[in-house]
């Protein structure tokens, strides 16, 4: 006899999927901002590379909790591959193209998007005011391996995840009100922010089958914000 008579297997692949989402950036988050955590790493730091230490910690986190750990769950428990979840590169005429055009729409807007205090308080993360080639460095790697797990989350993960159980629009919608709320704890603007943000990149990655564009977009919003906040605050330069 059969108790469940409605029940399937694959029911159990949109609730693993979201669940797998939350947990990986809760943990991400708790373990990330850590007082304890920072308070150790703090000790026998300078104040420079304290700062330095502090974030490259929180992006190894994401690395971590965003892309590793909730990739290998994903892989192991559901039949799913990374084709699957966009890691491969499809689409490639397509996808170059839009990684191509993007910056010419992102990096004005990063110039043009008004550095209020509040702005110029948060970005860059990094809060070294003499920036060399390699703090420069070093943040674009950092920022560039936080992001690919990042995207590989949000849009590999939940986005293309659902969207095999669920279609296209469901899973949108289910993908924008998590990466907003995600982005809640950074303020108002930027939860609201990632609404249009979201649907674009969520979009693009439907439409190409690969997170790949929405991980340059989205390296190419951090590092040009970076660059426009540091030139727009009169206490960050760039040095030798």
Do not use: C
Not at 126 to 135: G, Q
Not at 201 to 225: D, K, R, V, Y
Request: no cysteine; net charge positive.
């Amino acid at each position: 006899m059969d108790l469940f008579p409605d029940f399937h297997s694959d029911d159990l692949i949109p609730v693993t999927i979201i669940l797998t989402v939350t947990f990986g950036f809760l943990a991400y988050w708790y373990i990330s901002l850590s007082e304890n955590i920072l308070r150790k790493i703090r000790q026998g730091s300078s104040s420079r590379l304290f700062l330095l230490k502090k974030v490259l910690w929180q992006r190894l986190m994401g690395v971590l909790f965003l892309g590793i750990l909730p990739g290998l769950a994903i892989l192991l428990l559901l039949h799913f591959n990374l084709n699957d979840l966009g890691v491969v590169f499809l689409n490639s005429g397509k996808t170059v193209g839009w990684i191509i055009l993007l910056p010419f729409i992102i990096v004005p807007g990063s110039y043009f998007t008004p550095k209020n205090q509040q702005h110029l308080k948060n970005y860059p993360q990094i809060r070294i005011k003499n920036w060399n080639p390699a703090l420069i460095f070093i943040n674009i790697i950092s920022w560039s391996l936080y992001l690919l797990a990042y995207e590989f989350l949000f849009r590999g993960v939940l986005l293309l995840g659902l969207n095999a159980i669920y279609g296209a629009w469901p899973a949108i919608t289910i993908n924008i009100a998590i990466y907003s709320l995600a982005h809640f704890p950074k303020g108002k603007k930027e939860a609201l922010g990632a609404i249009p943000v979201g649907l674009t990149l969520s979009i693009l990655t439907l439409n190409s089958g690969t997170i790949w564009i929405a991980f340059f977009a989205h390296l190419t919003m951090a590092l040009s914000n970076d660059y426009f906040s540091i030139k727009s605050n009169p206490d960050f330069k760039f040095t030798k």
